[in-house]
């Protein structure tokens, strides 16, 4: 039986001592988005990242045992639809978990100087489907990779 789907918007703002080119960099290079998605630990199953706007990202992992869902196989796929270097960045991404489709969303990341750094605001509109993470715990997931971001800057 379905169930009604869940729309949900929330705005993380976060400030990073460092200007708005080098918080973008994290974004578009590969290399680094990757570091700060997996916190380092190598957590990503795969990570494709094809930085242009018309491009795709995709990236997986295995959910661990901080988690509720632990050993569950979480995938994301985004299609990127705006990017302003230095500015802004704009992807629609769905995620699945074991393959079964539970979200999908429109990421809004702005990058606005602030002082000597970078504000960031990013806008999560997410549509929430049966057996999904729900908004609270995607904006407590989101908390943490920006703060996981802020360890690699």
Do not use: C
Request: glycine share 12%; no cysteine; aromatic share 10%.
């Amino acid at each position: 039986m379905t169930q009604p789907v869940v729309h949900h918007t929330f705005i993380i703002e976060n400030i990073y001592p460092k200007p708005p080119a080098a918080v973008f960099a994290a974004f578009s290079d590969p290399d680094r988005k990757s570091r700060w998605l997996s916190g380092g630990r190598g957590g990503l199953t795969h990570f494709n990242q094809d930085f242009r706007v018309g491009g795709q990202e995709s990236y997986g992992s295995i959910m661990g045992a901080d988690t509720p869902f632990e050993g569950t196989k979480l995938t994301s796929d985004g299609l990127y639809l705006d990017i302003v270097p230095d500015a802004r960045i704009v992807i629609g991404s769905n995620m699945a978990m074991n393959g079964r489709p539970f979200s999908g969303a429109l990421l809004t990341f702005e990058f606005l100087p602030e002082g000597d750094g970078t504000k960031l605001i990013l806008t999560h509109q997410g549509a929430f489907f049966e057996h999904s993470d729900g908004p609270e715990m995607r904006q407590h997931g989101w908390t943490k990779l920006l703060d996981r971001l802020a360890d690699t800057l």
